[in-house]
């Protein structure tokens, strides 16, 4: 059944910035993409105010706080600093001296399943489940890992604020699918059948203390068996649990996946509520280090193709940074449907995600795909 976000935006199909009619893209957005590049100052009023309505809804805070007294932590980019019972941006802790050792450290809110393998990830085109490759120090067998799982595991939280979100729903408090979870509670879960593990969300960041010592209890656990540890991320980290992430990656044969939503930082701005800087430093750092390893992948990117805003133009200067890093680095191209405050949006066409595959080839990228293709039209 589908889900309706319970926030009424309003809504109006002319730019209210310029005055000119938005066609086939979505009126909740309020500003089109030509002023959010060139009218920035005049346009970033409406679009936060958006945002602000957006999490108000579920209790949110409209900005990351900045307490003068508050205890500060400094697991993303955001470095809130919180009084004792405020929460943070992520919504996973306050700044209480137990919530900061507790929350997203020794246990984290999150739901898990099992998914056979081969299946949808983002990566399994060229990951070891899905392909043999590594085979046999990082896969089961010399293809797709048919009998093994990948256990699935969605981290109730996020740090950034995406308008197009599919995920949106963990940020009802009386979601029922969450838990609080200890770090034991979730290795207990892995089993001989287990060959991967997969954090996504959500985001990983907000509680990436906790992921990285469950996945290294996990490798104590069973050291003679394939368990790669894979992330889906928005790469908004700090850089020093960065290096922790690959390492665990690097060395288990799992890969970091990271969705670069945006190239200018004002389109990322107005879809995801902060500007992209840090990200896109954060994935200089990672390709640098991911040369260690070409083969599987240790690095991977992509891009949610959300008409009229991340059009051929955006994904040319994406695949361009990115082939200026590595152009072998593989590069999905996903299939927007719409959701949350962008229900209004036309599913991606078929017409536009080739000419982003086309862009992202002609930016010298060798290896690029176009993912959920059953959402074209």
Avoid at 85 to 108: K, P, V
Avoid at 271 to 287: K, M, P, S, Y
Avoid at 290 to 316: C, N, Q
Wanted: aromatic share 10%; with cysteine; net charge positive.
């Amino acid at each position: 059944m589908l889900i309706k976000y319970p926030g009424r935006l309003k809504k109006s199909s002319i730019c209210l910035v310029c005055g000119s009619r938005m066609v086939d893209m979505s009126a909740s957005l309020e500003v089109c993409p030509d002023c959010i590049r060139n009218r920035w100052d005049e346009s970033l009023i409406r679009i936060e105010a958006l945002h602000t309505r957006s999490r108000r809804v579920f209790q949110l805070p409209a900005a990351p706080p900045a307490s003068p007294d508050g205890l500060s932590c400094t697991v993303c980019v955001h470095r809130c600093r919180m009084a004792e019972e405020e929460l943070g941006y992520c919504g996973i802790r306050t700044g209480s001296r137990e919530s900061l050792r507790q929350d997203g450290r020794f246990r984290a809110r999150l739901s898990h399943y099992y998914d056979p393998l081969p299946t949808n990830c983002v990566a399994d085109w060229v990951c070891p489940g899905g392909t043999g490759a590594g085979y046999p120090l990082f896969a089961n067998d010399r293809g797709p890992e048919v009998g093994f799982y990948n256990l699935a595991v969605f981290f109730e939280a996020c740090n950034l604020n995406c308008l197009f979100c599919q995920n949106w729903h963990f940020k009802k408090s009386e979601a029922p699918s969450s838990q609080w979870y200890s770090v034991e509670a979730l290795v207990a879960t892995v089993n001989r059948e287990t060959s991967c593990v997969c954090y996504f969300g959500g985001d990983p960041v907000p509680q990436l203390p906790y992921a990285i010592r469950a996945s290294e209890r996990m490798r104590e656990k069973y050291p003679d068996k394939i368990i790669r540890i894979c992330w889906e991320t928005n790469g908004s980290m700090h850089p020093a649990w960065l290096k922790r992430v690959f390492r665990l990656s690097l060395e288990s044969g799992g890969c970091i996946k990271v969705d670069l939503k945006a190239w200018n930082p004002n389109i990322h701005h107005a879809l995801c509520g902060f500007d992209n800087h840090r990200i896109l430093e954060n994935f200089q750092l990672l390709a640098r280090m991911a040369a260690a390893r070409k083969d599987p992948p240790v690095l991977l990117a992509s891009t949610l193709l959300v008409p009229g805003y991340v059009d051929d133009a955006e994904i040319f200067q994406l695949a361009s940074f990115i082939a200026a890093l590595d152009p072998d680095i593989p590069y999905a191209l996903l299939g927007f449907a719409p959701q949350f405050c962008l229900e209004d949006f036309p599913t991606t066409s078929l017409a536009q995600a080739e000419a982003c595959m086309d862009a992202a080839k002609r930016a010298g990228l060798q290896r690029v795909r176009i993912g959920n293709r059953h959402l074209l039209h």
